[in-house]
């Protein structure tokens, strides 16, 4: 037997878009969130249990200080981001700042682009680069 959705639930194929507090990913509507949609802010355990850190601000920070010092148009590598506030151990800091650009485009600040074109942050896999949102 199916189960039945609620009139308030976002339904399957494209109620309202969230994103994800933590890492800027779509969350994607599950049944079992049907009581609590509204509520739900972060789209696994790991992102719950990973929330925001101070780093992860920092890194936001950087990439609007280091796209602030470059002309309009240009852009930078979420490595940059990473050098800035990692210095030595900046590896380390690779996915987060993935993620803190997710978040900023999930905000309408930043596009995350592949080969100059823009893509979606949810998606998008191997070498990215990060431009002011036009």
Do not use: F
């Not at 959705?5 to 109620?15: E, I, M, V």
């Not at 599950?30 to 990973?50: F, L």
């Amino acid at each position: 037997m199916a189960h039945r959705q609620r009139a308030d639930a976002a339904p399957a194929d494209g109620g309202p878009e969230k994103t994800c507090a933590s890492c800027g990913r779509r969350i994607e509507w599950r049944a079992k969130w049907a009581r609590d949609w509204n509520s739900v802010k972060y789209c696994s355990d790991s992102c719950r249990n990973r929330g925001v850190t101070a780093t992860d601000l920092r890194l936001e920070e950087a990439i609007i200080t280091l796209l602030a010092a470059r002309t309009q148009t240009a852009t930078i590598c979420p490595s940059d981001a990473a050098k800035t506030v990692g210095g030595e151990e900046w590896r380390d800091l690779m996915e987060p700042a993935r993620r803190a650009a997710r978040r900023m485009v999930a905000r309408g600040e930043l596009q995350i682009t592949q080969g100059g074109a823009v893509v979606d942050p949810s998606t998008a896999q191997g070498p990215i680069r990060l431009r002011r949102a036009r």
